[in-house]
């Protein structure tokens, strides 16, 4: 069964840093791209960023970009998210999820994780 | 910025169909997919490549695109199908795109 387990979330004051990871089990790792999608109290999902299965590309949403940072261990199944300069804006669930290929070329969102609340305040 | 655009509610009787649109520029060109999200819980696809259902998704449940708009049908519509619905693309200038998301609200 495949399985996603976020965690490192928490409180942070605005300007700090967390570093969020997710542990994989249940599938080879390293032949699957992932990614990050959050979701705001109350508010609709945000992808934020996506990582290939080899680490070599990173991708991120505007609204991130030069403050998180993603990667990934291949070595110990787990994907990481380093955000900095927080504001209350990235207050949200934040989800590790796998991109799932059919047909060679349709990727879709399959599994996510439960998730890891991070609350941004002072 | 490529964006999609989903009502936030929909309300429909048990028994009933509940149609959820998807509307985007050029949708027609891009594979869609939805997931569902019931309070509490992490999302689900439901359908991927505009109407493929994964395993353990009741045939109920169906998607299709016409024009600019992809819509996700849920035929007989039961208490159990009350969630969040959102579409979801991949483009190439916001890579992934999630639609704002729809309420479905059974009555």
């Known amino acids: 069964e495949v399985q996603l387990l976020e965690s490192g979330g928490g409180l942070v004051q605005p300007g700090g840093s967390l570093r969020l990871s997710c542990a994989a089990s249940g599938f080879t790792f390293s032949n699957y791209a992932m990614t990050w999608v959050r979701q705001a109290p109350g508010k609709g999902l945000e992808w934020v960023s996506a990582?290939?299965?080899?680490?070599?590309?990173?991708y991120y949403a505007d609204s991130v970009k030069g403050r998180f940072t993603i990667s990934r261990d291949n070595s110990k199944n787990t994907m990481f998210l380093q955000m900095s300069s927080l504001g209350v804006e990235d207050t949200a669930v934040y989800y590790c999820?796998?991109?799932?290929?059919?047909?060679?070329?349709?990727?879709?969102?399959?599994?996510w994780g439960q998730g890891t609340l991070v609350t941004v305040s002072s | 910025s490529y964006v999609l655009t989903q009502p936030p509610s929909v309300s429909v009787a048990p028994g009933e169909t509940a149609r959820i649109t998807c509307g985007g520029n050029n949708i027609g060109t891009k594979p869609v997919h939805w997931y569902q999200q019931k309070p509490g819980q992490a999302p689900v696809v439901v359908i991927y490549y505009d109407s493929d259902r994964p395993s353990g998704i009741p045939e109920r449940l169906s998607g299709s695109k016409s024009g600019n708009t992809a819509t996700l049908t849920i035929s007989r519509v039961e208490a159990g199908d009350e969630a969040d619905y959102s579409c979801?693309?991949?483009?190439?200038?916001?890579?992934?795109?999630f639609g704002g998301g729809t309420k479905l609200t059974v009555l």
């Open positions: 999820v796998k991109e799932t290929v059919v047909r060679g070329f349709i990727k879709y969102f399959d599994p």
């Open positions: 979801q693309v991949w483009d190439s200038s916001s890579h992934w795109v």
């Open positions: 990582i290939s299965e080899s680490g070599s590309s990173t």
